[in-house]
C-alpha cells in the first residue's frame, strides 16, 4: 500500500461505484440525504483484522496523572508503536494506564505499528536526453512484528439498503483504494460480511473510540473526551496538464478528529443510538463541484473508560 485506506477514501470508492451502476444523479441524490442526515450512515477506516486504532492521547493523559518525568518518557516510549491494538489489550491499558510505565514492553504486547518504506523507480523514458531519473514511492506498510498484516475490514453502520446490496455484489471482486493501482498498489479484495451488534455502552459517559475521520457535529468536550486531531488542505486535481490547481483554492483547510479519539456523547434528550448518530456530520465541499461533500460521519465503537 501506498497509505492505510481511511473512511473518507473508502467512501470515495463506494459512491463512484454507486455513481457508475445507478448514474451520477442518484448518486448525487445519496449524498444530499447522507448531508441533511436523513439515513444513518457511518463508516470506519481501513483497519488491520481484528485491531482497533489506539487511544494514545487517552492513554498518555492518563498514565501521566502524577508520574514524574521519568515515567513519561516511559510511556511515550511505549505507546508511540502501538498505532493497532486488540480490543482486549485497549481495555486492558484504559484500565491500568500506568502498565505504560515498565521497560518497553512491544515484545510483550500484541500490537501492529506502520512503517514507511520507499520502492525506487528508474525513469527510461528521458525525453530531454539526460540520465535516467529516479522516483521515489512512498510504501506504508502495516507490519505485526516483522510480518505484513494482508488481511483487513472496516465496519459500516447504516439504516439504509442501497450501499450493503452494492456491496454484495462486489464480493470476491478488486476494490482500488489508492493510486497506482496499476503497478499493483491499493488493491484490496472483498471476501465477505460478519453482521455485529454495537453493544450498548455500560457506563454512564456513553464513550466510544473512534474509528474513522470524524467532523464532529453533537460531541462532549470534557473529559474523558481525548482528541487528536488531523488537518488537511483540499485542492482539487484537474488533470494532468493543470495539475494541482494552487492559486484559486490554497489555504482551504479542514480538520478532522483522526481515528484513536476518545469520543463522549452529548448529555441530551433522546436515546444513545439517536445521540450517537448526531456525533458526525458531512459537509460541503468547499472546492469541488455543487453536490459534492466532504464525508465526516465516522464509525464508533463503545468503549468504556474511566
Given at each position: 500500500m501506498s497509505q492505510v485506506p481511511d473512511s473518507q477514501k473508502l467512501f470515495g470508492a463506494m459512491i463512484y461505484l454507486l455513481a457508475d451502476r445507478t448514474g451520477k444523479s442518484a448518486a448525487t441524490g445519496?449524498?444530499?440525504?447522507?448531508?441533511?442526515?436523513?439515513?444513518?450512515?457511518?463508516?470506519?477506516?481501513?483497519?488491520?483484522?481484528?485491531?482497533?486504532?489506539?487511544?494514545?492521547a487517552y492513554l498518555l493523559r492518563e498514565s501521566q496523572r502524577g508520574a514524574d518525568a521519568n515515567k513519561e518518557k516511559a510511556a511515550y516510549e511505549n505507546i508511540k508503536e502501538f498505532d493497532y491494538l486488540s480490543e482486549?489489550?485497549?481495555?486492558?491499558?484504559v484500565h491500568n494506564p500506568k502498565k505504560l510505565y515498565g521497560e518497553i514492553i512491544c515484545d510483550t504486547i500484541d500490537h501492529i505499528h506502520l512503517e514507511t518504506n520507499q520502492q525506487v523507480h528508474v525513469n527510461t523514458l528521458n525525453q530531454n536526453g539526460g540520465d535516467n531519473l529516479i522516483f521515489s514511492v512512498q510504501q506504508t506498510v502495516c507490519a505485526h512484528g516483522d510480518e505484513?498484516?494482508?488481511?483487513?475490514?472496516?465496519?459500516l453502520r447504516t439504516d439504509d439498503h442501497v450501499i450493503p446490496n452494492l456491496l454484495e455484489e462486489?464480493?470476491?471482486?478488486?476494490?482500488?483504494?489508492?493510486?497506482?493501482?496499476?503497478?499493483?498498489?491499493?488493491?484490496f479484495e472483498l471476501t465477505g460480511f460478519v453482521p455485529i451488534t454495537v453493544k450498548t455502552p455500560v457506563n454512564s459517559k456513553h464513550s466510544f473510540l473512534n474509528l474513522g475521520m470524524l467532523l464532529p457535529g453533537q460531541i462532549e468536550y470534557n473529559a474523558p473526551t481525548a482528541l487528536t486531531?488531523?488537518?488537511?488542505?483540499?485542492?482539487?486535481?484537474?488533470?494532468?496538464?493543470?495539475?494541482?490547481?494552487?492559486?484559486?483554492?490554497?489555504?482551504?483547510?479542514?480538520?478532522?478528529?483522526?481515528?484513536?479519539s476518545v469520543i463522549v456523547l452529548p448529555q441530551a434528550k433522546g436515546s444513545w443510538e439517536e445521540r450517537l448518530q448526531k456525533v458526525g456530520k458531512s459537509i460541503d465541499a468547499p472546492t469541488?463541484?455543487?453536490?459534492?461533500?466532504?464525508?465526516g460521519n465516522a464509525f464508533l465503537y463503545p468503549?468504556?473508560?474511566k
Amino acid at each position: 500500500m501506498s497509505q492505510v485506506p481511511d473512511s473518507q477514501k473508502l467512501f470515495g470508492a463506494m459512491i463512484y461505484l454507486l455513481a457508475d451502476r445507478t448514474g451520477k444523479s442518484a448518486a448525487t441524490g445519496f449524498l444530499g440525504k447522507i448531508k441533511a442526515q436523513e439515513i444513518d450512515f457511518a463508516l470506519s477506516s481501513v483497519l488491520p483484522k481484528g485491531f482497533l486504532p489506539t487511544p494514545k492521547a487517552y492513554l498518555l493523559r492518563e498514565s501521566q496523572r502524577g508520574a514524574d518525568a521519568n515515567k513519561e518518557k516511559a510511556a511515550y516510549e511505549n505507546i508511540k508503536e502501538f498505532d493497532y491494538l486488540s480490543e482486549a489489550q485497549i481495555k486492558e491499558l484504559v484500565h491500568n494506564p500506568k502498565k505504560l510505565y515498565g521497560e518497553i514492553i512491544c515484545d510483550t504486547i500484541d500490537h501492529i505499528h506502520l512503517e514507511t518504506n520507499q520502492q525506487v523507480h528508474v525513469n527510461t523514458l528521458n525525453q530531454n536526453g539526460g540520465d535516467n531519473l529516479i522516483f521515489s514511492v512512498q510504501q506504508t506498510v502495516c507490519a505485526h512484528g516483522d510480518e505484513a498484516i494482508k488481511e483487513f475490514e472496516f465496519f459500516l453502520r447504516t439504516d439504509d439498503h442501497v450501499i450493503p446490496n452494492l456491496l454484495e455484489e462486489q464480493l470476491h471482486h478488486v476494490f482500488h483504494l489508492g493510486k497506482r493501482s496499476s503497478q499493483g498498489y491499493n488493491l484490496f479484495e472483498l471476501t465477505g460480511f460478519v453482521p455485529i451488534t454495537v453493544k450498548t455502552p455500560v457506563n454512564s459517559k456513553h464513550s466510544f473510540l473512534n474509528l474513522g475521520m470524524l467532523l464532529p457535529g453533537q460531541i462532549e468536550y470534557n473529559a474523558p473526551t481525548a482528541l487528536t486531531l488531523f488537518s488537511s488542505e483540499r485542492r482539487p486535481y484537474a488533470g494532468k496538464e493543470t495539475g494541482w490547481i494552487k492559486a484559486e483554492n490554497c489555504g482551504h483547510f479542514i480538520s478532522f478528529i483522526a481515528p484513536g479519539s476518545v469520543i463522549v456523547l452529548p448529555q441530551a434528550k433522546g436515546s444513545w443510538e439517536e445521540r450517537l448518530q448526531k456525533v458526525g456530520k458531512s459537509i460541503d465541499a468547499p472546492t469541488a463541484s455543487e453536490g459534492e461533500i466532504v464525508f465526516g460521519n465516522a464509525f464508533l465503537y463503545p468503549l468504556e473508560v474511566k
